[in-house]
């Protein structure tokens, strides 16, 4: 892991000064994507699909462990402490930050440390992003995302989405998707159980229901790629049933 800054700063291992050295130069001469939460389930998909694809000439991931993944394209930035945005040190304007951090609240023990991961962490990189002129911003939200909503979990989600949208970004994309599929590195018995009775049902689930299928986190990894690509200017908001036809058909397939 390549740290920057108080918490993110380089190991000082002579051995890797020439790597250090190439990064920096890569980082001046083609688009970077610069992903958050490279190791959840959307986020591996979608560095998986980066590093398959030839978009951008640099992918930084930022995170609190190793991704485990290797390319030559590919700097690893540890996230610690309580400033994540110093990650962001270093890296010209104009890069596209996509954002698929996130938790429950089971897991981080706490609602207060889940706002944390949830919404003060998300938040605190797309201020750094916007005030050094990122070209996107692509994030993963919740259906059903609102700050009014009497559930404390999707209420986080609104309110990051309505924070978001305060900031001077060039272009910022909220995607909403359903349940979530695909194989998580962590356990979370009471999501499979969920996952399992939801797909027998995706069929029965037409009209306003069609919202409600559950979407395979590769497919919300394609969407992200595509709206980072495609998006207008402004703030896009991308619900459940358009990630599916956007992730498996392209920019417009909802239409």
């Not at 309580?82 to 938790?103: K, N, R, V, W």
């Not at 916007?130 to 009497?150: E, F, N, T, Y």
């Amino acid at each position: 892991m390549h740290n920057r800054g108080a918490n993110c700063f380089p190991s000082g291992e002579m051995k890797k000064w020439m790597d250090i050295m190439g990064q920096k130069r890569r980082l001046q001469m083609g688009e970077t994507a610069v992903v958050a939460g490279g190791t959840g389930l959307v986020g591996r998909e979608l560095l998986n699909l980066l590093l398959a694809g030839e978009r951008y000439a640099n992918v930084i991931a930022i995170g609190r462990r190793p991704t485990g993944l290797s390319d030559p394209r590919l700097e690893e930035r540890a996230m610690e402490g309580g400033q994540p945005e110093q990650c962001l040190e270093g890296i010209p304007g104009g890069y596209d930050l996509f954002i698929a951090t996130g938790t429950t609240i089971k897991k981080a023990g706490t609602r207060e440390a889940f706002r944390r991961v949830d919404y003060e962490l998300p938040l605190r990189l797309a201020e750094m992003a916007a005030s050094q002129g990122a070209g996107a911003l692509v994030i993963v939200s919740s259906i059903g995302a609102s700050p009014d909503s009497r559930y404390f979990y999707l209420r986080v989600k609104g309110e990051l989405e309505r924070q978001l949208e305060k900031l001077s970004l060039r272009r910022l994309i909220v995607l909403r998707p359903s349940q979530l599929l695909g194989k998580r590195q962590e356990r979370r018995p009471g999501e499979k159980w969920a996952a399992a009775l939801a797909k027998p049902l995706s069929g029965l689930m037409v009209g306003k229901l069609a919202r409600y299928r559950p979407v395979h986190a590769a497919t919300v990894a394609s969407a992200m790629l595509e709206a980072a690509k495609r998006a207008p200017e402004g703030v896009t908001v991308v619900e459940s049933e358009q990630i599916a036809a956007i992730g498996s058909h392209g920019w417009g397939a909802d239409e």
